[in-house]
């Protein structure tokens, strides 16, 4: 007998979510510390925020290797659901995959564990997927770099804490680099490559 | 005991799906109408896809792409958890949904024999009679050659 009872339901209706989603990740990666909401609804694995499922829903295919953090692969349901609604190839070795989930940002791995794409393919980096706990409160980070008029302040529990910190190596390998998305919830925050921290609040 | 009883399951479900996938639509949906069908829900929505139809030329030719078929497929999962898959032929995302409703219902002890009196048994017979009417129209118009012997020998 098929019983998949613990397997969460995909998009209610695939098009039009996966659009709308995708307009949202498309927007925040083009205006960079600006908070963007995900509309989508999706059936949710545990452990996975709103926004991480429907960013899943919609990136992930079967070209797209897939790293989840020790948290994520702490039992197979998530991977099993990524399996079932996208057929994107969940892997061990982080230094290959197009997206890494992080569930625990607090112990994101050093970057170096990950594809920074190759000066031929810069494209083929990683992308990571960030669940932290706000996007509202916390310390503040002013931005800058393309798609940000001056300076953006983005505000939250950015975890890791030394993020930026770690994310300035995307500066000495431009066009090669690791883009990230900060999901809490429902709602995205995308740090590409070329954004720099200005100034960090307290 | 089990293995054996997934194995009759399986085999129930093959014929089933062989069955579903060449019936019209219409006639499914007007069988499972007369079955009260438990709630589920669409754990996949029904889709369109295309898969790549491989042949072969005779037993030991080398395998080449013969072209791409339309498919649709859904997956329905009942309130009960079973989940059934629905595979077919063109672009009919509503067959795809009720062959995989089907498919879970009979799964499910408590609707298999339903699905199986009211919506496999007489889509399976409206194809044979369909069948044996196309056969009897093309007897009908059989002829039969016979070759002439030839003085030679």
């Known amino acids: 007998m098929t019983t998949v009872a613990e397997l969460p339901a995909g998009f209610a209706d695939k ?53 989840l953090d020790p948290l994520l692969s702490e039992t197979s349901e998530i991977a099993k659901w990524l399996k079932f609604h996208t057929s994107a190839p969940v892997i061990g070795d982080s230094s290959i995959c197009s997206f890494a989930v992080i569930g625990d940002a607090g112990a994101l791995p050093a970057l170096d564990c990950f594809s920074f794409g190759t000066s ?4 083929r980096s990683t992308t990571l997927i960030l669940q932290i706990e706000s996007l509202t409160e916390g310390p503040a980070f002013e931005l800058q770099g393309p798609g940000i008029d001056g300076t953006a302040v983005l505000q939250g529990a950015i975890r890791p804490s030394d993020l930026f910190e770690r994310l300035a190596v995307n500066a000495g390998l431009f066009p090669r680099g690791i883009d990230v998305v900060l999901v809490h919830d429902d709602t995205i925050v995308a740090i590409p490559r070329t954004t720099r921290l200005a100034t960090k609040g307290g | 005991m089990t293995a054996a009883r997934d194995a009759s399951r399986q085999v129930q479900r093959k014929a089933a799906m062989a069955v579903l ?3 019209d639509a219409a006639a499914i949906a007007g069988h499972l109408g ?6 589920h829900e669409n754990l996949r929505e029904p889709e369109n896809g295309i898969v790549m139809v491989r042949g072969r030329i005779g037993g030991d030719g080398a395998p080449f792409n013969l072209g791409e078929a339309t498919v649709s497929r859904a997956a329905v999962r009942l309130a009960s958890g079973v989940v059934g898959f629905g595979y077919t032929l063109g672009r009919d995302r509503q067959k795809a949904r009720m062959i995989a409703l089907c498919d879970a219902l009979l799964q499910s002890d ?16 409206a194809m044979a009679s369909e069948r044996d009417r196309n056969a009897a129209e093309t007897a009908a118009t059989r002829v039969d050659f016979y070759t002439l012997v030839r003085g030679e020998g």
Do not use: K
């Not at chain 2, 339903?114 to 889509?123: S, T």
């Open chain 2, 34 to 39: 007369t079955i009260a069908v438990p709630a």
């Open chain 1, 120 to 123: 031929e393919y810069p494209d």
């Open chain 2, 110 to 125: 408590e609707f298999a024999d339903a699905v199986e009196a009211n919506v496999l048994a007489p889509l399976r017979s």
């Open chain 2, 21 to 23: 996938a060449h019936a």
């Open chain 1, 15 to 67: 098009v039009l979510s996966a659009q709308s989603t995708f307009r949202s990740v498309m927007d925040a990666m083009a205006r960079p510390g600006s908070v963007h909401r995900i509309a989508a609804t999706s059936g949710t694995p545990a452990a996975m925020m709103r926004g991480t499922a429907a960013i899943a829903l919609t990136l992930f295919d079967h070209d797209t290797p897939i790293w």
